[in-house]
């Protein structure tokens, strides 16, 4: 909860900080440009903070991306597929994806980091190969398709008729309220916490360790080929080498920054949309408070590694009161226990 | 050289040290003579490990001096004790066993020439050291290739290359075979003729018995009584150890004995596949699993429990056969497992009381795989009560526990479950004298209620005192078999060294 507050308080300053150099921020259309961009983020984010919180890691996630958005405007447009098929064939092969990752990590006991670093060059060239290398897009059609990602929906009562809301960011909070029902109200929430912060006490507990880590992989991958769907139909134009590079670390940066350990069994949902949102209005300041653009990576790495460093504080303060309070306890405490 | 007043080379005057959740000593004072072998025993958790982490450098005390040819000296630092002669040999042995003979003894202060080490010299110049010791090997030997025993001799030897006065051995045979514990007692013996000091940490009082001068003794954290060479005898030590009667702290009740609960037949598991076993518990019957470290006791509870698998064979719980390939099954038929380690196995340590509690029976409580809070809180409640855990409330993090009550965690994720079987591995390990009654408790409770119990201890007074039945393994087989009246010390030690006793008794 704290740590939501934390990066919570980080957004507002951000935002207001930003608001203030150029009111421009707050205009409807910086605000829905910027909102649908989170929300395209943070899908990739919460698919990669279950990997995550297993204490796996996940670096394929941005050529997924790549490979998804190209195999739609290929299947579409070259292949003359229908949009069901098309989108069926691109859930199966994310899906597929994340089965081998899994079977890989758990069966074949591969690192995560190894595995899906293999990943990120098999599909990029998948992508690449399968285009021929040749940029893609869909023009002036699939109109109804794209509106998943550039449509809007009007809010009444709730926003000024200015302002729509972007649908990718409905399917965030779709998505996000699933993930989060999920961590925390289901015995498998609880489980892969538990086995991310260690998997032999939760092998001796009688958990399907291997079954719920390929699990984990399988949301991310899927996470990721959604999101791949959406970032094509939001671009248009699409590169096969180029479309979702870097994502992957973008997604893990949003998950850190949320709050999710690399250690494994910590992280909210709440907190690395949050995280997410972070990033992207830090990107938006940089462009247009007219910060010169090379900065770019310079500035998100610093505003990353200050997160980081304060959460870290601020954890070590909490551990020191917290065994002060209960060697108190111990002290205070009757009975047989010598203290 | 030494002090004149008292001749001690080293004294250690009240000595405290606190760690979250228990005070590991109090005011613990100590001398060491030159030349002489000072045993110092006690329980576990007694604080001989702390002690000696803290002569060491290894942890500094709270409070209290240490004084070295009657002169202050103060160890800060490993280093600091390697450099006034005092070098602590581990239990688990600290060699890196890529590197050879000759690189392990020099670590850390290899002799050089312009920055590139000089080999030859380091090979050189382990030679003499590894003569003294016995040990044949050529210092270009990889430490892989040698034995545990021999590993130890380099360690010896390490020591020995940095000039220790005082060589700190704990727990050195805790893994050796009998012969290299016999070559170990040999160099130990020819250390103290060439005047070095050796602080020999043991629970295995004959050894104690057959090497020390002197025996000094520590029971919860605070010194209990010492022993001089004449006085040495196993009644006294243990007297002194336990502080108290025997019998007392060990209540045997005799139970009604149920069906048999666990049955285990011509098991061979894969760290033993040359012996096959066989073994039951009666319902409502606590059976001590004895023997010497690495006899195959923890191997055999982890294939029943299905960490391992096991070659072949059939483990039934109430007579019928269960198939087990993931401790999930053995679970689900009704078997529990308080493991040997308690930290890494036992316990999600950065999670809360209430969620360790829980983590076997959330599968049970579900709501269509929704967590069942309320039950959830309830079962964590009862737990908390009926095993008297001591903690500010279901939410604080096990980590911050003191070993007794984050055993009682594990105890309780079983109760939770209403197990048939129990396996224990070691259940009072490392946890104070207070709490380790209570889990004896516990084990009766269980044990009235109809549970078979099955515990694996490495140390005899449990296994006497709290068996109703006696298993001892030797090699990975099982021994023998001792009833309660059978039960000795002896008898469990000869069955435990190899000699085969007799057939297994029936239940009801």
Not at chain 2, 41 to 47: D, S
Not at chain 2, 65 to 71: Q, R, Y
Request: charged share 20%.
């Amino acid at each position: 909860m704290k740590k939501i507050l934390g990066i919570g308080g980080l957004l507002v300053f951000v935002c207001t900080l930003t608001a203030i150099l150029n009111p421009d921020f707050v205009s409807a259309y910086n605000l829905q440009n910027t909102i649908r961009w989170t929300a395209l983020f943070g899908i990739i984010s919460v698919g990669v903070s279950f990997v995550i919180i297993t204490g796996g890691i996940d670096l394929s996630i941005g050529s997924v991306v790549g490979l998804v958005g190209s195999m739609l405007a290929w299947l579409l447009t070259q292949k003359g597929w229908s949009i069901p098929s098309a989108l069926g064939a691109i859930l199966f092969v994310s899906l597929l994806i994340g089965i081998c990752h899994g079977l890989l990590i758990t069966k074949l006991k591969l690192q995560p980091f190894v595995v899906t670093l293999c990943g990120l060059l098999l599909y990029r060239g998948a992508a690449r190969y399968i285009t021929d290398d040749q940029s893609l897009g869909f023009g002036n059609s699939y109109e109804e398709l794209r509106k998943l990602a550039v449509g809007k929906i009007q809010i009444p009562f709730l926003f000024p008729e200015s302002f729509s809301l972007p649908i990718p960011f409905v399917i965030l909070l779709v998505l996000g309220i699933t993930a989060a029902v999920f961590l925390n109200r289901t015995i498998y929430g609880r489980y892969l916490f538990a086995l991310g912060r260690n998997e032999t006490a939760a092998r001796y507990s009688g958990i399907n360790t291997d079954f719920m880590k390929i699990l984990a992989y399988v949301i991310c991958s899927l996470s990721a080929g959604i999101g791949g769907v959406l970032f094509a139909l939001d671009v248009n134009s699409i590169q096969p080498s180029g479309l979702g590079e870097f994502y992957e670390l973008y997604a893990i940066a949003a998950a850190v920054l949320g709050g999710c350990s690399l250690r494994g069994g910590e992280g909210t949902i709440t907190g690395v949309i949050i995280g997410a949102a972070v990033l992207r209005v830090l990107y938006n300041a940089i462009n247009i408070l007219r910060i010169p653009t090379h900065l770019e990576f310079a500035i998100i790495g610093a505003v990353i590694l200050a997160g980081v460093v304060t959460d870290e504080l601020v954890k070590r303060f909490a551990v020191k009161r917290r065994a002060a309070r209960q060697r108190a306890l111990e002290r205070s405490g009757a009975g047989d226990h010598f203290v | 050289m030494a002090d004149a007043s008292d001749g001690s080379l080293l004294e250690v005057r009240e000595l405290t040290k606190r760690f979250p959740g228990v005070l590991a000593l109090r005011g613990v004072s100590l001398r060491i003579l030159p030349g002489e072998v000072l045993a110092v025993i006690g329980e576990n958790g007694a604080g001989k490990s702390t002690l000696m982490k803290i002569l060491a450098g290894v942890q500094k005390a709270d409070s209290g001096e240490i004084l070295l040819n009657g002169k202050a000296a103060e160890i800060a630092s490993v280093r600091d004790a390697i450099g006034l002669g005092i070098v602590l040999i581990h239990q688990e042995l600290n060699l890196s066993d890529n590197l050879d003979i000759g690189a392990n003894i020099f670590l850390g202060r290899e002799p050089s020439r312009f920055g590139w080490m000089d080999k030859r010299r380091i090979h050189e110049a382990s030679r003499p050291v590894l003569d003294r010791i016995g040990l044949r090997h050529s210092p270009g030997t990889l430490v892989s290739q040698l034995s545990i025993g021999q590993q130890q001799m380099v360690e010896i030897a390490k020591a020995l290359s940095s000039d220790a006065r005082i060589l700190i051995m704990d727990e050195p045979t805790s893994s050796l075979s009998h012969h290299e514990a016999a070559q170990l007692f040999a160099v130990v013996r020819q250390l103290r003729s060439n005047g070095v000091s050796i602080v020999y940490i043991s629970h295995r009082l004959g050894e104690v018995k057959e090497l020390a001068d002197r025996v000094v003794v520590l029971r919860d954290g605070a010194n209990a009584g010492e022993l001089g060479r004449e006085e040495i005898s196993h009644d006294q030590m243990v007297k002194l150890m336990v502080g108290r009667d025997v019998s007392q702290f060990y209540q045997h009740v005799p139970r009604p004995k149920g069906e048999v609960a666990l049955e285990v037949r011509d098991l061979r598991t894969s760290a033993n596949p040359s012996h096959s076993i066989n073994l039951h518990v009666c319902g409502g019957e606590i059976v001590g699993l004895a023997g010497l470290v690495g006899a195959g006791r923890t191997e055999l509870l982890r294939s029943v429990f299905a960490i391992d698998p096991f070659l072949e064979g059939e483990i039934r719980v109430a007579g019928k056969r269960i198939d087990v390939s993931h401790p999930r099954d053995a679970i689900h038929a009704g078997i529990g497992l308080v493991p040997e380690d308690r930290k890494e196995q036992g316990l999600v340590l950065e999670m809360a009381v209430r969620e360790n509690l829980s983590l076997p029976s959330l599968r049970r409580d579900q709501k269509n795989g929704f967590l069942n809070r309320a039950e959830e809180n309830r079962v964590t409640t009862q737990m908390i009560r009926d095993l008297n855990i001591k903690t500010p409330g279901p939410e604080q993090v096990v980590q911050y526990l003191s070993g007794g009550n984050q055993q009682k965690v594990v105890l309780g994720k079983w109760l939770a479950m209403n197990p048939k079987v129990l396996l224990l591995d070691e259940p009072t390990r490392g946890i104070d004298v207070g709490a380790k009654r209570e889990i004896y408790r516990l084990m009766e409770q269980l044990a009235e209620t109809g549970v078979a119990v099955l515990f694996v201890s490495s140390e005899m007074e449990e296994i006497l005192g709290m068996s109703d039945r006696a298993l001892v393994m030797h090699e990975g087989r099982i021994t023998g078999e001792l009833s309660r009246g059978e039960l000795s010390e002896e008898a469990v030690m000869h069955l435990a060294t190899g000699r085969i006793h007799k057939n297994q008794e029936a239940c009801a």
